[in-house]
């Protein structure tokens, strides 16, 4: 979503005129986009924002803007006075802040104006920064911003405000825009993805989005992410299934495999409709190719959890063998109902140790899965050349290198492959 909304800002900033910097000291506006999902992620936040603090000293021209789930969707005050330097702080996903604040002269209201004619851009289409026209395979599309779910560890809901779908004809055009500047692939986005248009009784919910995307000639692949398993449903699924560009790869956090701990998260579901799910998913999409990857999301040490509870969810890992499990240690936020009412009582050490457990049980598992590739022909969309390799993606969303001359960006190709490991595969084109 981060990545998303930072180059929504970079492609605001060139509409305005400014081209990107090499490195923080040449440029005169810097954005500062921010996570706060865990504590590790607020005090890189903060500490690259105590980076930009020289700069500031440097050249007080420089224009500071602070942006995401740092600043969050209420008023900035406290944060104003901890950081004077910053010249704007923006909500997550809406670059409008920074705009007002560079372009306050008519002149270059007018500028603006001229030079979107000039590129034919459309107010409401949100287009890539130029340096990505041609070079970008696969772009992040929010259709779903801020969440209203309220799980109990989570803090994302009070920073990035109460749920709100994209209207699709806002979600086609920008896809169709993307299409153009060369993007092959597109992973829709929301908190909870699968209630898109649930707030919205005239837009089509996302089963319907995926029909209309699949239309879109140009567009090779669709992805979307975070599913939630409350609402994942048959429609949904047969769509996955029926739609040739949809592919077959689901993001479904289960976060504990323990029937207490899930309604402490307060998630809204049981282990066994969960297990029920992954069935489902894997009967439902079984005809498509190569088969059907499944992705979930772990919190390992909520509050109260006991090492009984832990090992629940070591076994529900254990049996239903999915494709990638991302793991996290438990990290009190505030506002949320897990700090305001729950005690932090598992130890760092006992965090990190269940971790580590998950960490290895998993790596078997997607390595005994991803074994299942070698000496098989698959379809792989190749994105860029990292050192001398290109890098592409199975339907399945397995990591694929390949050696070869050829430019093999934004192509879909036949590959054999020839070595699998848990986290990559290597291959051949045929
Ligand atoms: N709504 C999306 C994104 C949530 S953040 C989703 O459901 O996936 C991504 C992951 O971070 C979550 O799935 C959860 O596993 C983890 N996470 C969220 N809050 C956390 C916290 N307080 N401590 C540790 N991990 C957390």
């Known amino acids: 979503m981060n990545v998303a909304d930072s180059q929504r800002v970079a492609s605001a900033l060139e509409q305005l005129g400014y081209e990107s910097a090499a490195k923080p000291q040449d440029a005169d506006v810097i954005v500062l986009n921010t996570c706060v999902v865990r504590q590790s992620a607020e005090d890189k936040a903060i500490s690259w924002l105590n980076n930009l603090r020289p700069l500031k000293k440097q050249n007080p021209n420089l224009v500071i803007n602070l942006m995401g789930c740092l600043v969050g969707v209420k008023s900035p005050d406290k944060l104003q006075k901890r950081f004077p330097f910053v010249d704007v702080f923006s909500p997550p996903s809406d670059p409008q802040p920074l705009v007002a604040f560079l372009s306050q002269s008519e002149d270059q209201f007018l500028e603006q104006a001229e030079r979107q004619k000039r590129l034919n851009i459309q107010d409401e289409e949100i287009v890539l920064p130029m340096a990505e026209w041609g070079k970008l395979v696969s772009a992040y599309v929010p259709v779903v911003l801020g969440c209203s779910h309220a799980c109990t560890y989570c803090i994302i809901p009070y920073r990035r405000g109460i749920e709100r779908s994209r209207p699709s004809s806002d979600i086609l055009a920008e896809v169709r825009c993307l299409v153009e500047q060369g993007v092959r692939e597109v992973t829709l986005l929301g908190q909870i993805v699968d209630r898109y248009g649930k707030d919205m009784p005239s837009e089509p919910n ?167 590739y070698k000496n098989i022909i698959v379809e792989v969309l190749f994105e860029e050349n990292v050192r001398g390799r290109w890098r592409g993606r199975t339907p399945t969303n397995k990591l694929v290198f390949v050696s070869s001359q050829q430019n093999l960006r934004g192509q879909t190709r036949l590959v054999h492959i020839d070595w699998s490991g848990p986290w990559s595969m290597q291959a051949s084109l045929t």
């Open 206 to 372: 996302l089963a319907g989005l995926l029909h209309l995307l699949q239309e879109i000639d140009g567009l090779e692949r669709i992805r979307f992410l975070t599913s939630h398993p409350g609402y994942l449903n048959e429609e949904l699924l047969d769509a996955v299934a029926e739609l040739p560009k949809v592919m077959p790869h689901i993001e479904v956090p289960v976060q504990a495999g323990d029937n207490q701990v899930l309604e402490n998260m307060r998630r809204g579901y049981t282990v066994e409709d969960y297990v029920h799910l992954v069935d489902d998913i894997r009967y439902r999409l079984r005809h498509k190719s190569p088969g059907v990857s499944i992705a979930t999301d772990i919190i390992v040490g909520f509050p109260g959890e006991t090492e009984a509870q832990f090992l629940n969810t070591y076994d529900l890992l254990h049996d239903l063998r999915l494709d990638v499990a991302h793991l996290a240690r438990y990290s009190a936020r505030p506002e949320t109902v897990a700090t305001r009412h729950l005690i932090d009582d598992v130890p760092e050490q006992e965090k990190w140790s269940r971790f580590r457990h998950l960490e290895q049980l998993q790596e078997g598992i997607a390595g005994e899965i991803n074994a299942a």
